[in-house]
T-cell receptor, first 114, second 115 residues
Framework: AQSVTQPDIHITVSEGASLELRCNYS??????LFWYVQSPGQGLQLLLKYFSGDTLVQGIKGFEAEFKRSQSSFNLRKPSVHWSDAAEYFCAVGADTGGFKTIFGAGTRLFVKA | GAGVSQSPSNKVTEKGKDVELRCDPISGHTALYWYRQSLGQGLEFLIYFQGNSAPDKSGLPSDRFSAERTGGSVSTLTIQRTQQEDSAVYLCASSLDGRVGQPQHFGDGTRLSIL
């Protein structure tokens, strides 16, 4: 069965520092991979997605993620964090098994310090 | 509107009461999802509607939970005889055609508090 693990419950980085949020998935074939961001009191917003092709995908707000099949990972990165990036980040995986479900990780809360 | 709309944004009710949560998806989106997000938790899938097909109710936690989608558009999630453990944020999402590769567009959720 598909699963998604986000090992870090929360992370604190200084403004201007680089960021990497980890995501590991479990699925037998190449999955559909997503990163979403949730600001307080709001729903989830799609940052980026990976289906196939180039393993480094660019998203909105300066984020990127790299798909590494050998490590079953899809880590999210940003070279320089802004205070407005403080939010909860969810990794998600969908499998084209004829079903529809997208499985979400438990989320990583990002704190940004001045 | 352009996005997924949910109402009410907040709901406080007494234990044992019934509640109805509403979701208005993006126009033209045939797929609609309900999720529950408890404090500090990820998203728990509840139910999925796709077009005129029978909904997938496999995520509903008990028979106190039900949902319907009228006319392929607006959906209502109903919780009967609410319990304190039902307190959570209920998120609705829609996607264009329900294929797993389609991103989901989320509403801002309904924060439900059971006293």
């Amino acid at each position: 069965a598909q699963s998604v693990t986000q090992p870090d419950i929360h992370i604190t980085v200084s403004e201007g520092a680089s960021l990497e949020l980890r995501c590991n998935y479990s699925y037998g074939a190449t999955p559909y991979l997503f990163w979403y961001v949730q600001s307080p009191g709001q729903g989830l917003q799609l940052l980026l997605k990976y289906f196939s092709g180039d393993t480094l995908v660019q998203g909105i707000k300066g984020f990127e993620a790299e798909f590494k099949r050998s490590q079953s990972s899809f880590n999210l990165r940003k070279p320089s964090v802004h205070w407005s990036d403080a939010a909860e980040y969810f990794c998600a995986v969908g499998a084209d098994t004829g079903g529809f479900k997208t499985i979400f990780g438990a989320g990583t809360r990002l704190f940004v310090k001045a | 509107g352009a996005g997924v709309s949910q109402s009410p944004s907040n709901k406080v009710t007494e234990k044992g009461k019934d509640v109805e949560l509403r979701c208005d998806p993006i126009s033209g989106h045939t797929a609609l999802y309900w999720y529950r997000q408890s404090l500090g938790q990820g998203l728990e899938f509840l139910i999925y509607f796709q077009g005129n097909s029978a909904p997938d109710k496999s995520g509903l936690p008990s028979d106190r939970f039900s949902a319907e989608r009228t006319g392929g558009s607006v959906s209502t999630l109903t919780i009967q005889r609410t319990q304190q453990e039902d307190s959570a944020v209920y998120l609705c999402a829609s996607s264009l055609d329900g294929r797993v590769g389609q991103p989901q567009h989320f509403g801002d959720g309904t924060r439900l508090s059971i006293l």
